[in-house]
Each structure stands twice: as structure tokens, then as C-alpha cells.
């Protein structure tokens, strides 16, 4: 997926493909300003923070700054779930391992979710961490893109369980689907648009 990405902006007019996509939910004329590869998004000071693999920083013409985590994917999954890394840490912690990561995914439940319920455990904790990373950037507007890319490696069965994962995600946040692909969910006052993108 690293290698797709890069050869998606280098070689195939990757940014203004990204503009049109995220054009649908920026009611304005906008123009990127910077983008940074594999940055890191510092959302609490447990430990290292979220690494987009691509961030971008954008303007409107009206002064609004919008921000972009772009997470890039072939058929890989979004990672443990909440659970299994739960588990993972509070074993480390257990056995005399000094570790926050039980603290960080009790504050990322508790601060995503109104209401922490057993089968939230059940989520991909990727998709968590995600959010806060993309929440975490000081901008009006925040969007998290995932953008899958459908290369002759790409298995279907993985990317659709993969769509599914990210569709529990979403139906747990009570995210509105604004269109095919397009959510908009908010958390803690701040507003996130999520994008699912195959290439």
C-alpha cells in the first residue's frame, strides 16, 4: 500500500484526484498548502502517535484550514481488534511491563463513543486510533480518506471484509451517510468526514 500511494501522487495526478474526492464535502473553493508523508499526529501523551500515511493541509477561500489522514490500503486489514490489543496490553502491564496502552484505548473509547458497550471490542482499533489522529490537527474541517487500491495483488475477500470492518465502525459512531462512501460523524464538538475511496 506504501508503494501504491506514492506511485498514485507521483506518477498518476494522485493530488487533484484527492481534490476532486474530498471536493464534495468542502462547500468552498480550497487549494492545498502542504502535504507530509508518513506524520504523525499526536493525540495524547501515551505514546507515539497516529501516522497518517499522508497528511495534508488545505485553505478554503474563505480562510476555513482543512486537514486530511490519509490512510492508503491494498487488502490489508485495519489492524487488531479494540480487544485483542486491549488484551495485549493489559498482559504486557500484568507481568510488570510498564506500557500506557491500556490507559490510551480506555480514553479513545471513552472520549469516541457516548456510550462504551461490550461489543465495541469487537471494532478494529486502527479505525479508533484514526480518529483521534485526525481529529487531534488544530483545523475547521477534518477529513479522514482511506483509499484502497485495487492492484492485481488485491484480494476480494480481504477488502470486503475490510469494508465491512469500517462499516461496523461507522454504524457504532452513528455515522450520517451523506452518499456512497461518505460519512460525517461528530465527536467532542468537532465534526469528521470519513472517506472510503477504491482506486
Partial sequence: SAYSLAN????????????????SVITEQFSFTIAHPEF????????????????????????????????????????????TAYIKAKTKELNGNKTNAPKRIERLLETTF????????????????????T???????????????????YNNELGKQNKNDLKDFLQKLNAQQIRDGYHTVTINNKELNIIYKEI
Avoid: M, P
Wanted: proline share 0%.
Fill in 135 to 153: 481529529l487531534c490537527i488544530e483545523v475547521d474541517i477534518h477529513i479522514f480518506l482511506i483509499i484502497v487500491f485495487k492492484t492485481e495483488l
Fill in 8 to 23: 498514485f501522487i507521483i506518477n498518476k495526478n494522485g493530488i487533484s484526484e484527492i481534490e476532486e474526492i474530498i471536493s
Fill in 114 to 133: 457516548q456510550k462504551v458497550t461490550e461489543s465495541d471490542f469487537d471494532l478494529r482499533y486502527q479505525l479508533l486510533f484514526s480518529t483521534a489522529g
Fill in 40 to 83: 504523525e499526529a499526536r493525540f495524547d501523551k501515551f505514546g507515539h502517535g497516529r501516522e497518517h500515511d499522508l497528511a495534508i493541509w488545505a485553505e478554503t477561500v474563505s480562510g476555513k484550514k482543512v486537514f486530511i489522514g490519509v490512510e492508503s490500503k491494498v487488502d490489508e486489514t485495519f489492524g487488531d481488534t479494540i480487544d
